[in-house]
């Protein structure tokens, strides 16, 4: 299965290479693919871990969702906007900014497990901890990214003053 995601990634990243206007930001599409494409060898390398791969993944979901979104706007199919909206943002939130940071406590800790249980400092598959470091820092970039307009259209009312409610 894991290399079945690998096949896509790179077919997406061959297309994102062929049709950069298809995304906003292609090189750092490109950059996130490949970091991607090394992390998926985790569970090929070590299948004691599989088992984090399908929590991995559902960034995927969240991803389909963005695609739908953009459909819907871009058609202006306005009776799909909402929901389309709300399952972007909602998996978002649920994905990028909780999982993706719990299952990087989740790997911290199994390292500390097995460090404290064989007395080694380092491990193999502590290699892939900086992969999914990497990949949070991402997500919080592209949160930051994403939400900073609305809350700043929440907070801002005088245009000229962005600290005046």
Known sequence: RSQLFVGYLLIDCL?????????????????????????????????????????????????????????????????????????????????????????LVQFIQLADIRIRETGKFWHWPMIFIPFHFALCCLNLKWSIDLFYPIIKSWVVRDGKNPFVL
């Open 15 to 103: 297309w994102v290479i062929l049709i950069p206007e298809c995304v906003k930001i292609p090189k750092m599409i490109v950059q996130h693919h490949i970091v991607v494409i090394i992390y998926m060898m985790a569970p090929i390398i070590f299948p004691e871990y599989k088992w984090f791969m399908g929590a991995l993944l559902s960034v995927e979901l969240n991803t389909w969702f963005l695609i739908a979104r953009r459909f819907v706007y871009k058609k202006k199919i306005t009776i799909l906007s909402y929901p389309a909206s709300l399952c972007f943002y909602a998996s978002w939130i649920i994905i990028r900014c909780y999982f993706y940071p719990a299952i």
